[in-house]
């Protein structure tokens, strides 16, 4: 009986040890690196007083963020200041770390390839540790500028390469200055205006009338009828007792005109006529509902379920209001894809990464993302964003020299005035930038809004993008 008892309690010790062995392995290699890179991390903060970590640098080799010795005590340094904390992000003891500080952590502290056997051996011999460097893809000039046009009012722009996927701005306002983080915490997390909040990529705003545009391609790819159909718009619209209301009566328009002059009434009626489930699938093969990854968290965009939209429901999404939420981020895919003739490029910020003795461990190879739609569809679309910017609510995108195709919208939210949105790409001919703007309780798309893109259009042009 004895050695009966003795042989269970061995099973069970061995069993527990199985368990153990199994568990830590989990913790290991499962959640590992997750754990590794979370940002309250304190072994990161123990690193960071023995490595040297590396630079971040924009696509021209401006120096983004670097580190600054005094005697024995580094401190991390943001000379973009406050135009770059929600791309670049932070570190602090206290409050953790942020931004592509926190996603390449371990590139930046040689934590990766042969930087880890490198710091190993340095540690080894008392020699000095370092981390490698990033370089992005955006332009510190461009996106200073698109800081500068959204002079500190609450919104984001975002521009991207519609053949690569390069972000080359992806700025959020108002910004906050990251090398006094620890001194104006307080004040940040208790700001009415959320300066912690990268609108560019985190903001959830109904996007309005630029998204007539997604609208335009599902009633197309679900009836290529639609085509050359046209709606007479009397003002509004009933549905089932609710009165969408427009901007003006535009009498007998077809679907270029209707984006040219944003009809509500026109593509109330093909959000009808696609239906909920036709409307939801639309949404999700345009990637609204997803993270593309870019580097830093994207917010995935939402929307009502089938089940649950109404047809009054699905007539305002359809036109951009409703349960509708998307960042600015996934707008200016949208503008990529019809810029892009139906293919979405997967967006990314980190071009390349160098270790420590300066051998290349990653260069970006861009690639398709998804389609969105077809080229006729989106030849469809382009002309009628075209009409918009040439004659239509989006004049005051226009650029002398160059032709840029666009669409504007001004949404309602119950929380005072309309946001101020703006989506386009350009040249419209050979499209290779496409971007988003959106200013909060702004007002008109076409009057805020469309100025900003233009002039940093322009900008753009002009350095050759």
């Known amino acids: 009986m004895m050695k009966q008892n003795i042989l269970k309690l061995g099973f069970l010790l061995l069993g527990l040890f199985v368990v153990l062995i199994i568990y830590l392995s989990y913790l290991q290699v499962v959640k590992g690196p997750a754990l590794a890179a979370n940002p309250y991390n304190r072994r990161l903060q123990e690193l960071e007083a023995r490595i040297r970590r590396g630079n971040i640098y924009d696509a021209g080799g401006v120096i983004l963020a670097r580190t600054e010795y005094n005697g024995n005590k580094s401190r991390r ?116 205006n959320s300066p912690l909040l990268d609108r560019a990529s985190q903001g959830a705003y109904p996007p309005g009338s630029t998204f007539k545009v997604v609208t335009a391609a599902g009633a197309l790819a679900a009836n290529p009828a639609f085509a050359s159909s046209t709606f007479n718009c009397p003002g509004y619209l009933m549905v089932g007792g609710y009165k969408l209301t427009d901007l003006a009566a535009h009498g007998e328009v077809d679907i270029k005109k209707a984006l040219a002059v944003s009809c509500n009434t026109a593509f109330a009626q093909l959000g009808l006529e696609m239906g909920a489930d036709g409307f939801y699938r639309t949404f999700k093969v345009f990637g609204l509902d997803q993270d593309p990854s870019p580097g830093i968290p994207v917010r995935p965009g939402t929307l009502a379920a089938p089940g649950k939209m ?102 309602q939210n119950p929380h005072g005035q309309t946001h101020a949105w703006f989506i386009g790409f350009a040249p419209a001919d050979r499209p290779r930038l496409a971007i988003a703007v959106v200013l909060e309780n702004a007002g008109s798309g076409g009057s805020v809004a469309a100025p900003i893109a233009g002039k940093l259009l322009a900008a753009a042009a002009a350095k050759g993008y």
């Open 310 to 411: 109404t047809p009054a429901e699905l007539a305002s999404s359809a036109i951009g209001q409703g349960e509708m939420l998307v960042s600015p981020l996934h707008m200016a895919l949208v503008a990529a894809a019809i810029a892009n003739q139906g293919v979405v490029m997967r967006p990314y910020l980190v071009d390349l990464i160098k270790d420590s003795a300066g051998e290349t461990v990653y260069k970006a190879v861009y690639r398709s993302w998804l389609t969105a739609t077809t080229p006729d569809i989106s030849g469809i679309i382009k002309a009628g964003m075209i009409d918009a910017v040439r004659s239509g609510t989006a004049g005051a995108a226009a650029v002398s020299g160059m032709q840029v195709a666009g669409k504007t919208g001004s949404a």
């Open 77 to 192: 340094v943001y000379p973009g200041g406050e135009f770059t904390p929600h791309l670049i992000g932070y570190i602090s003891g206290k409050y953790g770390r942020a931004g592509l500080e926190s996603t390449y952590d371990r590139y930046l502290l040689g934590m990766e390839g042969a930087d880890q056997i490198r710091n190993f051996i340095n540690r080894l011999l008392g020699k000095e540790q370092k981390g490698g460097d990033l370089t992005l893809t955006i332009d510190f000039a461009l996106h200073r500028q698109a800081m500068e046009l959204l002079g500190g009012r609450r919104g984001a722009v975002v521009l991207v390469e519609t053949r690569t996927g390069a972000l080359r701005v992806l700025a959020s306002s108002p910004g906050y200055d990251p090398n006094r983080l620890e001194e104006i915490w307080p004040d940040l997390v208790q700001d009415k």
